[in-house]
T-cell receptor, first 110, second 113 residues
Framework: GQQLNQSPQSMFIQEGEDVSMNCTSS?????WLWYKQDPGEGPVLLIA?????ELTSNGRLTAQFGITRKDSFLNISASIPSDVGIYFC??????????FGKGTRLHILP | EADIYQTPRYLVIGTGKKITLECSQT?????MYWYQQDPGMELHLIHY???????EKGDLSSESTVSRIRTEHFPLTLESARPSHTSQYLC????????????FGPGTRLTVL
């Protein structure tokens, strides 16, 4: 079945640094979604992308839908302590189930 | 903000007990999902439903069962809980429209002693 490769698996950064993570797939998707999950909570949708090449921002977050429709990246600028958590990418093709990546765990060093 | 609710948020029970985890959404979504997630790990789809009286097993085999008698309600039941069922269970829903985001509930953290 379809699989998403999300990287990196974990990141350890200093507060104020920029963060970049990405997802790749061997199959194309029509929709890319990025979620953030805080400990003990459900994932919350950050950004939805619907068109190849689309670049969308939400505050300090920027995400892009790759032109090949097989990849997407998420950037976080000037990280702050509340950015800590697990970030999941997800892809969907038409009416199929949404496929999730395995997550990128973001840690901010004191 | 998503209107999807899960109860209880936390549950600690003994082995052999029957439990039902509740999930409700007020958005009128046809599609609903149950995921199992160990702390800090990936999401595993265990059940999904595309509407009333429709239920399917997900990618990860689970001893739990689900029902969908009403659009807004998608409960998950374990007939006899075991320590291996200890995990977080997340419910999610999505509209039928092809380009539509999936929303998650806050999760139920289950511990079986």
């Amino acid at each position: 079945g379809q699989q998403l490769n999300q990287s990196p698996q974990s990141m350890f950064i200093q507060e104020g640094e920029d963060v970049s993570m990405n997802c790749t797939s061997s199959s194309i998707f029509n929709t890319w979604l990025w979620y953030k999950q805080d400990p003990g909570e459900g994932p919350v949708l950050l950004i939805a992308l619907y068109k190849a090449g689309e670049l969308t921002s939400n505050g300090r977050l920027t995400a892009q839908f790759g032109i090949t429709r097989k990849d997407s990246f998420l950037n976080i600028s000037a990280s702050i302590p509340s950015d800590v958590g697990i970030y999941f990418c997800a892809g969907q093709l038409f009416h199929d189930k949404i496929i999730f990546g395995k997550g990128t765990r973001l840690h901010i060093l004191p | 903000e998503a209107d999807i609710y899960q109860t209880p948020r936390y549950l600690v029970i003994g082995t052999g007990k029957k439990i039902t985890l509740e999930c409700s959404q007020t958005m009128g979504h046809d599609k609903m999902y149950w995921y199992q997630q160990d702390p800090g790990m990936e999401l595993h789809l265990i059940h999904y439903s595309y509407g009333v009286n429709s239920t399917e097993k997900g990618d990860l085999s689970s001893e739990s069962t689900v029902s969908r008698i009403r659009t807004e309600h998608f409960p998950l039941t374990l007939e006899s809980a075991r320590p291996s069922h200890t995990s977080q269970y997340l419910c999610a829903s999505r509209a039928e429209i092809s380009y539509n985001e999936q929303f998650f509930g806050p999760g139920t953290r289950l511990t079986v002693l």
